[in-house]
């Protein structure tokens, strides 16, 4: 992912954005300096990022504020930083996620292992085409969160998955607590010792499959 620009984004709202932005930002900053821009009006990394410096916590990434422009921060912190990850705005914001589209090398689209998120992610996936015709080289992924320890895809997702066109990572986050408590203390899961460990270890997986594919 070197000197790469990657953005998380869905229309859809609740799907975890912000937090595995946020921790994906936190693993790639093993190795190399990371830009963690908040696209978001709602500024939930920012606050996350307050919360840390009030609890005393270290080990987060820069959070820079997209404020009204955040194309504009996203390019400079491109050229501060080998990699820029960006929040994108929750559903009602679309005309901020179209933009950072244009901009950005890669996407992840979050959503929810149910089909009625999934249904719900064939418009951010239009957006991606949309954005394809100004920004040939955007590549996507879908990549299922808050997946459930038993729950293989039923077949009907996996049919409605693989029929929209852009490919799911086959590496899926799972729905953790270590997820939620890192977000209290202000933190990441890497910060969390044992009690991350394991969310830590799909966050490196999206990363290196993300870089190999
Ligand atoms: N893998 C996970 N396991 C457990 N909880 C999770 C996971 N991913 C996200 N969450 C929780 O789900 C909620 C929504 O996540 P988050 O705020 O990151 O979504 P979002 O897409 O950024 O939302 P918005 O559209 O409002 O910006 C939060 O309470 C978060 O802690
Ligand atoms: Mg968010």
Redesign the pocket.
Known sequence: MAGQIIALA?LK???????LALNLAAGLARSGSVGLVDS?PQG?LRHWADWAESAGGEGLPQVLAGGADPVAVIVEAARRHRYVVVDC???LDRVVTRRVLRRVDRVLI?VLPSPLDLWACAETVAAVREAREHNPGLRAWLLI??AEPSSALSRAMSRALSSLDVPTLSCA????AA??TA?LEGVSVYQLGARGREAAREIDQVIEEVNRT
Do not use: E, H, I, W
Not at 13 to 19: A, I, L, N, P, Q
């Open positions: 869905s709202g609740g799907c975890g954005k912000s937090t978001d939930a705005p929750p559903s979050p969160n808050q986050v799972r729905r953790r997820f939620r977000a």
